[in-house]
């Protein structure tokens, strides 16, 4: 059984920074895609970042240079380090993989299977 374990989230002042971490269990970590997406209440889930089995990397436009995504496969971790934090990250953010072995980044939640429980991210002024 895939299970997905969000840390990291918290309070923070504008321009501040936090690291995400997210721990797979349940098959082998380095053979899957991984990604992060966010959401905020009345709103979709909203693409955040995503990194391949081999390392490439893709994000969203509103993150691009201050968002990184890596991961440890020896530690079957996915990392989000988020950098110059704007009120507008205010959001859960969620950890997530396809079932499919070496697929590529996708920006859709709906190709995604697995998720985690979500970590609240707030940016204060």
């Known amino acids: 059984q895939v299970q997905l374990v969000e840390s990291g989230g918290g309070l923070v002042q504008g321009g501040g920074s936090l690291r995400l971490s997210c721990l797979a269990s349940g098959r082998t970590f380095s053979r899957f895609a991984m990604g992060w997406f966010r959401q905020v209440p009345g709103k979709e889930r909203e693409f955040v970042a995503a990194i391949t089995s081999g390392g490439s990397t893709k994000y969203a436009d509103s993150v691009k240079g201050r968002f990184t995504i890596s991961r440890d496969n020896a530690k079957n971790t996915v990392y989000l380090q988020m950098n110059s934090l704007k009120l507008g990250d205010t959001a859960v953010y969620y950890c997530?993989?396809?079932?499919?072995?070496?697929?590529?980044?996708?920006?859709?939640?709906?190709?995604?299977?697995?998720w985690g429980q979500g970590t609240q991210v707030t940016v204060s002024s």
């Open positions: 997530t993989s396809p079932a499919d072995a070496f697929s590529l980044p996708s920006t859709s939640a709906g190709d995604y299977d697995y």
